[in-house]
């Protein structure tokens, strides 16, 4: 049996049940092969101010330090921040916060192998900072913002080679993270890809008929278009409001949360799109698995992604997909199940939504491309690589 210590400010809370699901789903994927034990261990930021522009911080105040989710012990140490200009200086404090609660994990009988973290930074960074304190084992995986944002920056992208130095393991979720970090100058043979799966329990494709209920249920008859993910700018709604503006008699159904969502709202009723596109948040797995299956296409519109588990969610349901040409897409849609836009272009994004609701693709073969995406060989992995770190010091 493995102890670890999942470590991660990206997992879900009772305030944000969807917050960093994709971590606690490759969790409790590998928890399902009864051979780790785990407790996690995620901080959340805090800041005096709870006002006007800070106010986001008061949000998740009621938040418990300790909570039972899904079955998983899961720690809420709190570390200020300084908004804006204390960036830099987030690794230090979240690593002073979270090694309070981790010393009293350990002093309680939960002396963990490895330190499983996520996300480069600041998380990776801080993970190092306990791994070396504690001359514990350190894998970190890298998810795609933490590479492809903040590598590049002057300073967390020298804190990021440190940790990767001094990691024990590296796990990408896409080969385009691994090149990138080789291209940092990290070495390549302490990298692994373990791409994300599909629990095909949750995500599965539906009988037509019992689509087109779902089609009437949940009010998305005719064409429709659908978007899942955080209303931030780097997922780029913005570009889709104004594809959707060009595709008259279609609907788009956006799925999500986020500081964007206003500023999108306010740009729909600009396009006159009020009648056409429809908002939802606060929806569990099952639902989610319903609007996949009763959109007509979905749409993936970012800037930058790491491996996007929409992708592979909506293709599980049958649905194909249409999306920009970034982080790890490539790697898992092809031109049997969705169609690429290489250049990020309005017109290029128009005209593949036009083809895919035009009968381009058969629902049955996308699925059946989409089952191939479980988690087996993920948790499999997972399990070698903490096998084999399990015992080395930090």
């Not at 305030?15 to 995620?42: D, M, W, Y």
């Not at 200009?85 to 002093?107: D, S």
């Not at 429709?224 to 595709?247: Q, R």
């Not at 990020?344 to 191939?372: C, P, Q, W, Y």
Request: glycine share 6%; with cysteine; charged share 25%.
């Amino acid at each position: 049996m493995i102890k670890t210590l999942l470590f991660s400010s990206l997992y879900p809370n009772s305030k944000q049940p969807r917050h960093g699901i994709f971590v606690e789903n490759r969790l409790r994927q590998l928890l399902k092969s009864r051979q780790v034990e785990t407790k996690v261990v995620a901080p959340i930021a805090s800041f005096p101010l709870k006002f006007g522009p800070f106010k986001r911080y008061a949000e998740l105040d009621p938040v418990p330090q300790r909570e039972l989710l899904n079955q998983i012990d899961v720690y809420h140490p709190r570390y200020t921040v300084i908004p804006k200009i204390g960036h830099n200086l987030t690794p230090k404090r979240m690593a002073a916060a979270a090694l309070l609660v981790i010393r009293e994990i350990i002093n309680n009988g939960f002396d963990f192998d490895v330190i499983d973290a996520h996300y480069f930074f600041p998380d990776g960074v801080a993970a190092s900072i306990i791994a070396k304190e504690l001359n514990k084992p350190l894998a970190i995986t890298a998810r795609g913002t933490d590479i492809n944002l903040f590598a590049d920056y002057k300073t967390s992208g020298a804190m990021i080679k440190n940790a990767a130095e001094h990691s024990s393991t590296i796990i990408c979720v896409a080969d385009s993270l691994r090149q990138k970090l080789i291209a940092k100058g990290v070495n390549a043979d302490k990298i692994s890809v373990l791409r994300n799966g599909v629990d095909n329990t949750i995500f599965y494709q539906l009988a037509e008929d019992e689509r087109e209920d779902l089609k009437q249920k949940l009010n998305m008859l005719g064409l429709t278009v659908l978007a899942v993910g955080n209303l931030s700018k780097v997922k780029g709604f913005d570009l889709l409001l104004d594809a959707i503006a060009k595709l008259s008699d279609v609907k788009l159904v956006i799925v999500g949360e986020g500081e964007e969502k206003e500023t999108l709202k306010r740009k729909a009723d600009a396009l006159n799109l009020y009648k056409r596109v429809k908002f939802v948040t606060n929806i569990n797995q099952n639902e989610l698995c319903e609007y996949y299956n009763a959109a007509d296409v979905l749409a993936l519109s970012s800037v930058r992604e790491g491996m996007p588990n929409v992708v592979l969610e909506s293709i599980a349901c049958g649905t194909p997909v249409v999306a920009t040409n970034v982080g790890g897409v490539s790697e898992v849609l092809n031109e049997n199940c969705g169609i690429i836009i290489q250049n990020r272009d309005l017109n290029e994004l128009v005209a593949a939504i036009k083809e895919t609701l035009g009968g381009k693709f058969n629902r049955n073969s996308v699925a059946a491309i989409g089952a191939e995406n479980s988690w087996s060989q993920t948790t499999q992995g997972q399990l070698d690589i903490f096998n084999m770190i399990k015992g080395k010091k930090a």
